[in-house]
């Protein structure tokens, strides 16, 4: 036994109201056969891990108490919203979906990680040490920092996933929201190398100038007072008849089927049905915590649903994980390349107007935690 320990980011809503976040002291199990213990150097505040670390707080109400080293930051949760994560009240969780950093232990059977720097995904990330199968491992190529592989899994796998799901399910070009956020400048490399045809459809100019600038040909500005009338055109030139949406609440979902219906009614003879060609949204995210609206104007052949990589993984072959993973490993530092605002401590990402700026989720506005920082 080591008797090793080492500080882990904690979140804990209380069924009072309080969110509370906090810097705990946990014991890192020995690794058993198969396992391996990997100090933490990197791991991304993705929006995912958001919504765990933060919850349904009011971040108006933040107030920081503790030490620099070990800081404390409460803030209230209205009532209203507890009933939206009754599940885990009153539980300190640990956070963190993936990361990367160097195995310092290994078990029987998982001896040729030992030494090695490696990309995780298993939760509680945002800790300095972490216990885990090898086979939630990733070996990052020679010469490969932390950093670059600390948002391996998440984001190329879901974008990986997009172009897989489109393909099995019968169609031939996509439509992706928030098209400038790392993952959506992945997505915009994968679809150029594999001349798929990709709709972009961004909130700003300078996020439009950003694809661009990666050789992204459709993009539709949803700030545009013509958005919905170039989003048909960029539809009708793709063939596009799915869509994976980040945003979630709001129109943005509606207005896509809409525009798909209005490129595919093109020519078409009338019918109170609408087109008969099946088009598909699949939300993702929730950078828009509102109602998802959907204004029905497009027929009766259309779906909405929710999409999740954990489901996707759960229902694809080994051989399509394995492909997808091997292709992440070998175009880390190009295709699935990510970008960081800044790098923080497991203090620095609990003070309060750090927590205010990543808790917004804007584009190139994405942290690093470097858990290791001070050991």
Known sequence: MTDRTGLELRSLITSAGELTLSLEEV?????????????????????????????????????????ADRPVLTAPVPEGRLKHVAARLDQS????????GTVIAAGEGAEGLMGKRVAMLGGSMYAQYRTLPAAACLPLPDG???????????????????????RAE??????????????????????LADGVKLVNIVRKPEQAEILRGIGAEYICDS????????????????????????????KLAGQILAAMETALSKGMEYS????????????????????????????????????????????ASPEVRDRMRNRVAAELTTTFASHYAGELSLAEALDPATVETYQRKATGVKYLITPAKGL
């Open 144 to 166: 490969a920092t932390a950093a670059e592989g600390a948002s391996a899994f998440v984001n190329p796998l879901t974008a990986l996933s997009m172009v897989e799901t489109m």
């Open 223 to 250: 700030s545009d007072p013509d958005f919905e009338a170039k989003l048909a055109d960029a539809i009708e030139a793709t063939g596009a008849t799915i869509a994976f949406d980040a945003i979630g609440g709001g």
């Open 27 to 67: 014991a890192v199990p020995d690794p058993g056969p198969g396992k391996v213990v990997v100090r933490i150097e990197a791991s991304p505040l993705n929006p995912s891990d958001l919504g765990l670390l933060l919850g349904p707080a009011d971040l108006s109400g933040m107030k920081a108490s503790g030490t």
């Open 93 to 100: 969780m640990p956070v963190g979906n993936e990361g990367a």
């Open 170 to 191: 019968g169609h031939k070009a996509l439509i992706h929201t928030a098209a400038a956020s790392n993952l959506g400048q992945m997505l915009n490399r994968i679809c």
């Open 272 to 315: 109170r049905y609408g087109s008969s060609v099946r088009k598909q949204v699949y939300i993702y995210g929730s950078l828009d915590l509102g109602p998802t609206i959907i204004d029905r104007s497009f027929g009766l052949s259309w779906a909405t649903g929710g999409y999740l990589l954990t489901n996707f993984l759960a229902a």
